[in-house]
T-cell receptor, first 112, second 117 residues
Framework: AQKITQTQPGMFVQEKEAVTLDCTYD???????LFWYKQPSSGEMIFLIY??????QNATEGRYSLNFQKARKSANLVISASQLGDSAMYFC?????????FGQGTRLTINP | DGGITQSPKYLFRKEGQNVTLSCEQN?????MYWYRQDPGQGLRLIYY???????QKGDIAEGYSVSREKKESFPLTVTSAQKNPTAFYLC????????????????FGPGTRLTVL
């Protein structure tokens, strides 16, 4: 079975600073995918970035990048130049058998 | 605009009632999913469907039922057998159910918040 652990329940960051959200995972599948989603207070889950287990390079999408360390089973999300609109819950998820398994999430607050 | 719609946004249910949550997508995706989210928690899978007229139970299917008669629609019924139905319900879809590449990313609707009175 797959499992995601997000150890930071909450984080507070100053606007324009970079922030790293931690995610560790456990899986016995040799091939898997890792996803990050953002959930603002409205509730909708917004897809941010994806990393495949066989991808040679770390994924990047605009201000989002994924620090993927396969041997350590970690897939940390890095947000560069944080903005007030980045305040939200962030969830890491791993692809399991036909489904996503989510972590408990990290609440990120950006202070002006 | 392509996307996933869920209705209603808020739903109130009396004890012992069945209620149905709507989920529609116009993305031409094969696979659809229902998740439940409790306060301060991640998402848990209730049911999923990879093709029309076929669906499978997820991790917490007891007390719920679904149908998939059309590709675009995947309604969820919360039955009176669900002991604690108050939660936020999210519907999602993906191109197909493989989840093996980024193109299989799940995209979510805005959610329905269900409260039992």
């Amino acid at each position: 079975a797959q499992k995601i652990t997000q150890t930071q329940p909450g984080m507070f960051v100053q606007e324009k600073e970079a922030v790293t959200l931690d995610c560790t995972y456990d899986t016995s599948d040799p091939s898997y995918g890792l996803f990050w989603y953002k959930q603002p207070s409205s509730g909708e889950m917004i897809f941010l970035i994806y990393q495949g287990s066989y991808d040679q390079q770390n994924a990047t999408e605009g201000r989002y990048s994924l620090n993927f360390q396969k041997a350590r089973k970690s897939a940390n999300l890095v947000i560069s130049a944080s903005q007030l609109g980045d305040s939200a819950m962030y969830f890491c998820a791993i692809q399991g058998a036909q489904k996503l398994v989510f972590g408990q999430g990290t609440r990120l607050t950006i202070n002006p | 605009d392509g996307g996933i719609t869920q209705s209603p946004k808020y739903l109130f249910r009396k004890e012992g009632q069945n209620v149905t949550l709507s989920c529609e997508q116009n993305l031409n995706h094969d696979a659809m999913y229902w998740y439940r989210q409790d306060p301060g928690q991640g998402l848990r899978l209730i049911y999923y469907s990879q093709i029309v007229n076929d669906f499978q139970k997820g991790d917490i299917a007891e007390g719920y039922s679904v149908s998939r008669e059309k590709k675009e629609s995947f309604p969820l019924t919360v039955t009176s057998a669900q002991k604690n139905p108050t939660a936020f319900y999210l519907c999602a879809s993906s191109i197909y159910g493989g989840l093996r590449t980024s193109t299989d990313t799940q995209y979510f609707g805005p959610g329905t918040r269900l409260t039992v009175l």
